[in-house]
């Protein structure tokens, strides 16, 4: 599979580059970020899909990055992260998930901590991303966002998870999900960000790639509704549960798959 060729532009900023990659069956956006101003270009990716690995592997060899953090949002109920798989095939990689969502990875994140790169051995150079706490569609959600303080590469952009979709959010009807929480979360640490903060969702099922806070503050049909009528829409969704439910998040909670017998990346064919 490959990436859609209209997602995938290089971050402006030169810096920073930017690809954002789609897995069909889930609707799934998987991130790659890397900082390539250092010759060792590290890099993350953030929501990887189990299905998608190789791909996403080949993308971060062809280019020329060093894998650091495989981070997810959430405990995804729709499909398996490719956290474990990743952390398999490439040693060193560490995954990534909040404290809060009760799940076992190598770095439990909360609200305020920042992900760095790292260069020169040890030494921490600059934040890659902040993390901010947006319970509601699960209690372990979180939103990354880049680019928020001086020195951080720009413009900024925040990884929203399924708490904020384009034109929509995260149902809030499993996995302690709550619409108050929810409503709470993206009013308090998603549209307090400025307007022009690109929104990059875990999911998009309706053909968009990305938004605004500022678009979304004004044109999301149940965000921008006061909290009352917003508990009723996320309460009359009547969505049938995820397909995969019962198996993506007992794996999920150990983020993924873990094939310690799986060979290492540089075994990967294209
Ligand atoms: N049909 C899909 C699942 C679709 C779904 O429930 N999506 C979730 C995000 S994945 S936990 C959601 O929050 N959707 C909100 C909405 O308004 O659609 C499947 O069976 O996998
Ligand atoms: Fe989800």
Same mark, same amino acid.
């Given at each position: 599979?490959?990436?859609?060729?209209?997602?995938?532009?290089?971050?402006?900023?030169?810096?920073? *580059?930017? @690809?954002?990659?789609?897995?069909?069956?889930?609707?799934?956006?998987?991130?790659?970020?890397?900082?390539?101003?250092?010759?060792?270009?590290?890099?993350?990716?953030?929501?990887?899909?189990?299905?998608?690995? &190789?791909?996403?592997?080949?993308?971060?060899?062809?280019?020329?990055?060093?894998?650091?953090?495989?981070?997810?949002?959430?405990?995804?109920?729709?499909?398996?992260?490719?956290?474990?798989?990743?952390?398999?095939?490439?040693?060193?990689?560490?995954?990534?998930?909040?404290?809060?969502?009760?799940?076992?990875?190598?770095?439990?994140? &909360?609200?305020?901590?920042?992900?760095?790169?790292?260069?020169?051995?040890?030494? *921490?150079?600059?934040?890659?991303? $902040?993390? @901010?706490?947006?319970?509601?569609?699960? *209690?372990?959600?979180?939103?990354?966002?880049?680019?928020?303080?001086?020195?951080?590469?720009?413009? @900024?952009?925040?990884?929203?998870?399924?708490?904020?979709?384009?034109?929509?959010?995260? @149902?809030?009807?499993?996995?302690?999900?709550?619409?108050?929480?929810?409503?709470?979360?993206?009013?308090?640490?998603?549209?307090?960000?400025?307007?022009?903060?690109? !929104?990059?969702?875990?999911?998009?099922?309706?053909?968009?790639?990305?938004?605004? $806070?500022?678009?979304?503050?004004?044109?999301?049909?149940?965000?921008?509704?006061?909290? &009352?009528?917003?508990?009723?829409?996320?309460?009359?969704?009547?969505?049938?549960?995820?397909?995969?439910?019962?198996?993506?998040?007992?794996?999920?909670?150990?983020?993924?798959?873990?094939? *310690?017998?799986?060979?290492?990346? &540089?075994? !990967?064919?294209?």
């Amino acid at each position: 599979m490959t990436a859609r060729p209209y997602t995938t532009p290089s971050h402006p900023s030169g810096k920073l *580059l930017f @690809r954002q990659l789609f897995e069909k069956d889930s609707s799934t956006y998987t991130y790659l970020l890397a900082d390539v101003s250092h010759s060792d270009k590290p890099a993350v990716l953030i929501d990887p899909v189990d299905k998608t690995m &190789e791909r996403d592997l080949s993308l971060v060899k062809e280019l020329g990055l060093k894998l650091i953090y495989a981070m997810n949002t959430h405990v995804h109920a729709d499909h398996v992260t490719g956290t474990g798989l990743i952390k398999s095939k490439v040693p060193g990689v560490k995954s990534v998930i909040s404290e809060a969502s009760k799940s076992k990875a190598d770095l439990l994140i &909360e609200d305020g901590d920042k992900l760095y790169r790292i260069c020169f051995g040890e030494k *921490l150079v600059s934040a890659f991303a $902040v993390v @901010r706490s947006t319970p509601g569609h699960t *209690l372990g959600c979180v939103t990354y966002v880049t680019g928020d303080g001086p020195n951080q590469p720009q413009p @900024r952009m925040a990884f929203t998870g399924d708490a904020l979709l384009i034109r929509g959010c995260g @149902r809030t009807d499993f996995q302690g999900g709550s619409s108050n929480q929810l409503y709470k979360s993206v009013h308090s640490q998603i549209f307090t960000l400025p307007k022009d903060t690109l !929104i990059y969702p875990a999911h998009d099922y309706k053909g968009f790639t990305v938004s605004t $806070v500022g678009e979304e503050m004004l044109y999301n049909p149940r965000l921008t509704r006061d909290e &009352e009528t917003f508990r009723n829409i996320m309460e009359n969704l009547n969505l049938p549960y995820p397909k995969m439910i019962d198996v993506a998040v007992p794996a999920n909670m150990v983020c993924g798959l873990q094939d *310690l017998s799986a060979k290492p990346v &540089e075994a !990967i064919s294209n």
